[in-house]
C-alpha cells in the first residue's frame, strides 16, 4: 500500500542540537510538505515542495531547513533546537493543489 | 490576509445530538475549502471538501459565502465521530496552491 512515513516517530533533544526529521513517501507525488501541530495553533506549514527542483517557505520557516533529496524524501532539519520548537511534526504530499493531502503518522519532538 | 477561524477548541454533545462545528474563513478570491479529521492514533485524513458536495459518514458541509463560513454538520453524532477536526482553505491561484488551517475543534461524543 503506497504510504507517508516519518522518521524518528519521537525524538527529545537539547537546546542547541542538530535534528533532521524524514520524510518518505511511496505515493509517487511530487508535492511535499511540513507541518507542525501545536494545541491551540492548529498546523502551521513549515516548508513545501511542488517538485524536487522547488522549495518554498511556509508561515513559520524560521529556525528550519528543508532538503528534498529526490521525489520520495523529503527532510526537515533544526539547525539549532530551541524549547519552543518542541511539537508534532507532520509531513504531507499531494498530487496537485486541489486534491487530498496525504499525511505521515507525526514525529513527536521534544526540545529541553 | 487569508484566515480560518475555528472558533470552539472543544465541542462536547451526547450520542444521538445533532453537531455543527463551526469554520469561518477570510479570502478574497473563489474559496476552495475542505474538512480534515484526526481519529485518537489514526492520521490526519481528508474527510470532504466543498466541491465535491458529499456526504461522509453522515457529515455535511455547505459553503456560505455571504456568512464566509463553512460549517461541518451531522444530525445525529455517533461515539466514534469523537476526534479533531480541522477546516482548511486552499490560498493561491491555479496549481500553486497550499492549504491554511484553522486551529481546529475537538469533537467529544459522550455515551
Known amino acids: 500500500d503506497a504510504d507517508v512515513t516519518q522518521t524518528p516517530r519521537n525524538r527529545i533533544t537539547k537546546t542547541g542540537k542538530r535534528i533532521m526529521l524524514e520524510c518518505s513517501q511511496t505515493?509517487?507525488?511530487?508535492?511535499m510538505y511540513w507541518y507542525r501541530q501545536d494545541p491551540g495553533l492548529g498546523l502551521r506549514l513549515i516548508y513545501y515542495?511542488?517538485?524536487?527542483?522547488?522549495?518554498n517557505k511556509g508561515e513559520i520557516s524560521d529556525g528550519y531547513s528543508v532538503s528534498r533529496q529526490a521525489q520520495a524524501k523529503f527532510s526537515l532539519s533544526l539547525e539549532s533546537a530551541i524549547p519552543n520548537q518542541t511539537a508534532l511534526y507532520f509531513c504531507?504530499?499531494?498530487?496537485?493543489?486541489?486534491?487530498?493531502?496525504?499525511f505521515g503518522p507525526g514525529t513527536r519532538l521534544t526540545v529541553l | 490576509a487569508q484566515r480560518v477561524t475555528q472558533p470552539e477548541k472543544l465541542l462536547s454533545v451526547f450520542k444521538g445530538a445533532p453537531v455543527e462545528l463551526k469554520c469561518n474563513y477570510s479570502?478574497?478570491?473563489?474559496?476552495?475549502l475542505f474538512w480534515y479529521v484526526q481519529y485518537s492514533r489514526q492520521r490526519l485524513q481528508l474527510l470532504l471538501r466543498?466541491?465535491s458536495r458529499e456526504s461522509i459518514k453522515g457529515f455535511t458541509a455547505d459553503l456560505n459565502k455571504g456568512e464566509t463560513s463553512f460549517h461541518l454538520k451531522k444530525p445525529f453524532a455517533q461515539e466514534e465521530d469523537s476526534a479533531m477536526y480541522y477546516c482548511?482553505?486552499?490560498?493561491?491561484?491555479?496549481?500553486?496552491?497550499?492549504?491554511?488551517f484553522g486551529q481546529g475543534t475537538t469533537l467529544q461524543v459522550k455515551p
Open positions: 504531507a504530499t499531494s498530487r496537485d493543489s486541489i486534491n487530498e493531502q496525504f
Open positions: 505515493k509517487g507525488h511530487d508535492r
Open positions: 515542495s511542488f517538485d524536487v527542483k522547488d522549495i
Open positions: 479570502y478574497s478570491g473563489s474559496p476552495e
Open positions: 466543498h466541491i
Open positions: 482548511a482553505l486552499l490560498h493561491g491561484s491555479g496549481n500553486t496552491g497550499k492549504l491554511i
